[in-house]
DNA sequence: AATATGTACCTTGTATAGCAAAGTATTAAA
DNA sequence: TTTAATACTTTGCTATACAAGGTACATATT
């Protein structure tokens, strides 16, 4: 069953991931799995069918490279790690965010009604 | 012509439209285009054909409801209000909005990859 | 050898949010 | 009467997340 606090987290993070996956990346390469598992520890829990159509998708915008490499317990995985393009849309994504969080912190603040 | 930056910032704030608005109705009665001001005010633009859809579904959601009140300018002016049950919802967006700044920051801060 | 288990990657169909663009209605000014 | 300004609404499109299911490989169990 999805609570309510379920669904407002998911409308809430639309557009987020494909930031969080960037700032992931840009500490270290990943793959697949792992990044689930980090998002985990973070507090921001992603299924595989919503994160492997995003790497594919920052992939083919050029954000993201992979490598394969054999693993020692089970088939070999996909390592991700973000490019120069990604790191340059990471800068950009770190001014949005900065953005998004002063705009809610004003509105949050400022009660005053705009006059018109 | 959209730049890139446009681009980002439109993916980022998909879901946080509906807390924003809850936040400045919080604070005070406001019909459309003024809220469009006030969010242009603090940097989020948005355009008439998101508001509008959004402000009904949220009205039909019970978190809104509106009171028609003339102009001396114009044609009349659909002020919204929050509800209770909008305000309930509010404090689990505040909650959650939390979480996914909190959830940023662990991720920008530990670039310490997860052991598997 | 055959089967089951765990790990990892991928795809399809659906719901929904935001946006561009166009439309309707009211008021007042030219 | 026409034009402009203000305000509310709708339609079609794109993109994001998710649920559910599928494929492939390696190892342990029978």
Redesign the interface.
């Known amino acids: 069953m999805e609570t309510?606090?379920d669904n407002?987290?998911?409308?809430?993070?639309?557009?987020?991931l494909?930031?969080?996956i960037l700032?992931?990346l840009?500490?270290?390469?990943?793959y697949a799995?792992?990044i689930i598992?980090?998002?985990k520890?973070?507090?921001?829990i992603v299924v595989e069918g919503t994160l492997y159509p995003l790497l594919i998708r920052q992939k083919n915008q050029g954000l993201l490279s992979y490598r394969w490499e054999e693993s020692t317990q089970g088939p070999p995985r996909k390592y991700y790690c973000i490019t120069q393009k990604g790191r340059e849309?990471l800068a950009?994504?770190d001014?949005?965010?900065q953005?998004?969080?002063?705009?809610?912190a004003?509105?949050?603040g400022?009660?005053?009604?705009?006059q018109?």
Chains 1, 2 share one sequence.
């Open positions: 309510n606090a407002v987290r998911s409308q809430m993070r639309k557009g987020v494909e930031y969080c700032c992931i840009a500490g270290h390469e990943a799995s792992s598992e980090e998002l520890a973070a507090n921001m849309q950009e994504m001014a949005a965010w953005d998004m969080v002063s705009a809610i004003t509105l949050k400022g009660n005053v009604p705009v018109l």
